[in-house]
């Protein structure tokens, strides 16, 4: 391999590579000699473990690319949980999809009042998400009068759902499809050109005659249907809907974003980017679990990584394809 | 008092100036007049110590001085009144006075008390009656420019440079500067008037100076002086652009505006013929792009009509802020006001794209690395070519074209003349607002002059000049302009 065309790759992908070769080479060493983080059941479960926040950070990454925030889609997620536990567990439907249709449906309605609120007010996204952070929360606790509404392990409507939906290959397919999906729509669409556009320059998309408002309401409105899928998955895998679950969950799926080389101030950056800085926040914490790592320490180790990625990319060549 | 030796300045490859000579003397109304560009700003910038010069030397009471920042300035009892008013707008105004102030030591903890013992003289002698605890943000603009000077009297000014401090003022509000001129000048202040408002000038000013493209081309008295003389000056330069081509009769009316009243803009009127190119000339701050966007509907309309027959497109002034992407590239900029035409269902045909845009940026002559190449590494002109090829393929049948030569190369302004020519004679309407008389006089049917919002003069091509487009667009008066 030349070096010049490896030095070429866009420096994420090599930070990724860096810390995968970091966890081989620490990785502890099971019986029959191989190494622990090898195993397929460990590389698929680091996998599954970032499917939620990776699905999230999909379309984070689109509000982020035009110049806007997200902080409510733990909320939403938590929302969408306590809703699907509840239409599956008290009787109001016998359709699995029907209660994933109405907590998706929802999520993507507290989704679209942000964007409607952002598109036509002069209130800052981090504002306006940040009230429905904490509105949204209050909501999901409200209707599940503050308790977590368990899905059992029977023959039940619940039980079926949690089991299709808790399954590895589920769960990772689920991103993947929703990490082609987002791709798509960024790089060979419209929509995506005009993401891109507002987040860029907001005034010569206005004066280009684009569809600013309700590009940003679009997004908004993808980030929270998003979020309701996280939900439901989330409900399936861990047998409840939890009014309390997603916190900070905004914060990792900014993490991700932003260690992926995308702008913060809008206009620059890729799903691909994204779905690497993922892969680097779950590679890293599956390789501190492994080293038995305390779980504070891991906290302050990934503080420092956030850092030095965004750091490394404002140096040349740090665009993620 | 204050001299300027051959001060030279460059930005990137443009030379803003080239060999700008200065002296004021105790006591005098200096005033520094020239065109747009001429660099009369960047001369009273390096004066005050916010622009560092490439060459030249500053000399105060005859001793060659570095003014290498604004405290150094301070330190020489130079004070600059900023035409945007650099005050702090959330913050008191003694709190204005005293920040970064060298003559009022502050502790560690503010003293009310002191602070405002130090302002209340200063806020006096500056003509303004406010509490010392009033926000700046609260005031109107003609007190936050008497604040802004009192803040320069609070540092012990000897000499106050005033970058067009009546740009933004109302007529009132001039009227109270020109008497607190007066006052600041009896008691020995020299003053430095930037300004091309030739009434002005003539009223305030003993001597002016002239710079015209980056050079000090003389100094007069202005009482042994006329508005046509330093007009004369200023312009400089003769009209040798090649004849504007002939274009046939003009065909119907496509913009008709009547009365149009904005914010910026009073009871501004007139039409544009199919085939036709007017000219809007005006200094900066005339609302020439304030009617562009007024015409686009991104300005509130107050009163009047406007009656368009067809399609309106607006390339605006600052390619950078109002117009280009400038992360995203050549061929996205190029086409994005009309992805639909090249997509199905929403996704994008990228060959067809391509394929749409090459033939438009060959007629502009546009030259960059690639097409998706960022279009922030391209020059001044091809980006600007850019963006005329984005709303070339919109195809508008009306056009208003907002200084689109300004800041680049001659070879790219030759292809936009020649892009202007060509639309008008495909029977497009344009409105071309440009800094530079040559170039609207060698494209325009008519030309419109707007001084302060309002129709100032209107002249056909055969009877425009600069020195009569000068004249009426700085509101000196006999010299031509005809009444509306």
Request: neutral net charge; hydrophobic residues 50%; charged residues 20%.
């Amino acid at each position: 391999m030349k070096l010049p065309a490896f030095a070429a790759l866009p420096k994420n992908f090599l930070a990724l590579a860096g810390i995968v070769l970091l966890a081989i080479a620490i990785s502890p060493v099971a019986a029959d000699g191989s190494r622990v983080f090898l195993e397929i059941g460990n590389l698929t479960d680091i996998l599954r473990q970032i499917s939620l926040i990776g699905i999230i950070s999909l379309a984070m990454t689109f509000v982020i690319l035009t110049g806007g925030i997200d902080l409510s889609v733990g909320s939403v997620l938590a929302l969408s949980t306590s809703l699907t536990a509840m239409w599956l567990t008290r009787g109001y439907t016998h359709s699995v999809a029907v209660a994933i249709l109405v907590a998706v449906a929802a999520c993507a309605l507290a989704g679209a009042v942000n964007g409607l609120v952002i598109a036509f007010t002069d209130i800052q996204p981090f504002i306006v998400t940040l009230a429905s952070m904490i509105g949204v929360r209050g909501l999901a606790k409200w209707l599940s009068s503050n308790q977590n509404i368990d899905i059992g392990f029977g023959q039940d409507l619940a039980a079926h759902f949690a089991a299709v939906f808790r399954q590895k290959a589920l769960v990772i397919g689920s991103y993947a499809a929703a990490s082609a999906a987002f791709w798509t729509l960024l790089s060979r669409t419209v929509f995506g050109r005009h993401v891109r556009a507002t987040g860029d320059n907001e005034r010569a998309a206005l004066h280009a005659g684009l569809p600013v408002r309700s590009t940003k309401v679009w997004v908004y409105t993808l980030t929270g249907l998003l979020s309701g899928f996280a939900g439901v998955l989330y409900a399936a895998e861990n047998h409840q809907g939890n009014p309390n679950a997603g916190v900070a969950y905004e914060l990792d799926a900014i993490a991700a974003v932003v260690i992926g080389g995308t702008r913060l101030s809008g206009g620059k950056g890729s799903i691909s980017g994204t779905i690497v800085g993922t892969l680097i926040m779950g590679v890293l914490t599956n390789m501190l679990r492994l080293n038995n790592v305390d779980s504070n320490v891991e906290m302050m180790i990934k503080a420092v990584i956030i850092v030095l990625a965004v750091a490394v990319q404002r140096g040349k060549g740090g665009n993620g394809a | 008092m204050l001299q300027a030796r051959d001060i030279r300045k460059h930005y990137g490859g443009v030379h803003a100036l080239k060999g700008a000579n200065f002296d004021l003397r105790p006591g005098e109304v200096h005033a520094l007049v020239g065109e747009n560009g001429a660099g009369k700003s960047t001369l009273a910038r390096i004066l005050a110590g916010s622009t560092r010069a490439d060459g030249g030397s500053i000399l105060r009471d005859g001793r060659e001085v570095r003014i290498a920042s604004p405290l150094d300035a301070q330190r020489l009892g130079i004070g600059i009144i900023y035409q945007e008013l650099d005050l702090f707008p959330n913050l008191t105004a003694g709190e204005n006075i005293v920040a970064g102030n060298l003559r009022f030591r502050e502790g560690a903890m503010v003293r009310f008390g002191e602070m405002e013992r130090f302002c209340r003289p200063f806020l006096a002698q500056a003509g303004l009656s406010c509490p010392v605890d009033t926000p700046a943000g609260e005031l109107s603009i003609g007190q936050q420019q008497m604040l802004a000077i009192a803040r320069a009297l609070s540092m012990d000014a000897r000499i106050l440079l005033m970058d067009e401090p009546t740009s933004s003022l109302f007529d009132d509000a001039a009227e109270r500067l020109f008497e607190l001129i007066a006052g600041l000048k009896m008691r020995g202040v020299s003053i430095v008037y930037v300004s091309h408002k030739m009434d002005e000038i003539f009223r305030i000013a003993d001597r002016a100076t002239v710079l015209r493209d980056g050079e000090t081309v003389g100094t007069v008295e202005i009482a042994a002086t006329s508005v046509e003389s330093i007009i004369r000056t200023m312009v400089g330069r003769d009209v040798t652009i090649a004849q504007r081509a002939g274009r046939g009769p003009a065909g119907e009316v496509a913009l008709e505006v009547d009365g149009l009243t904005t914010a910026k803009l009073r009871g501004v009127s007139f039409t544009v013929h199919r085939g036709e190119v007017l000219g809007i000339a005006g200094l900066v701050g005339s609302g020439r792009s304030e009617l562009g966007a007024a015409l686009a509907g991104l300005d509130r309309v107050v009163s009047g009509a406007i009656r368009a027959r067809g399609g309106f497109g607006l390339v605006p002034e600052d390619r950078r802020v109002e117009g280009l992407m400038m992360r995203m590239s050549v061929l996205e900029n190029g086409t994005i006001a009309v992805l639909p035409r090249v997509s199905r269902a929403g996704f994008v045909a990228r060959t067809a794209e391509r394929r749409m845009l090459d033939p438009v940026a060959a007629g502009l002559a546009l030259n960059c690395p690639s097409m998706d190449a960022p279009v922030s590494q391209l020059s001044g002109g091809n980006q600007q070519k850019v963006l005329l090829a984005r709303w070339l393929l919109v195809n508008p049948d009306i056009l208003f074209l907002d200084d689109p030569t300004r800041g680049i190369d001659v070879g790219a302004k030759q292809d936009i003349y020649r892009m202007v020519e060509e639309l008008a004679r495909a029977g497009k309407a344009i409105l071309l607002v440009s800094s530079e008389l040559p170039e609207l006089l060698r494209l325009s049917d008519r030309i419109v002059v707007l001084h302060e919002g309002r129709v100032a003069a209107r002249y056909d091509a055969e009877e425009a000049t600069q020195e009569r487009i000068m004249a009426a667009a700085t509101a000196a008066s006999g010299t031509g302009a005809r009444p509306q």
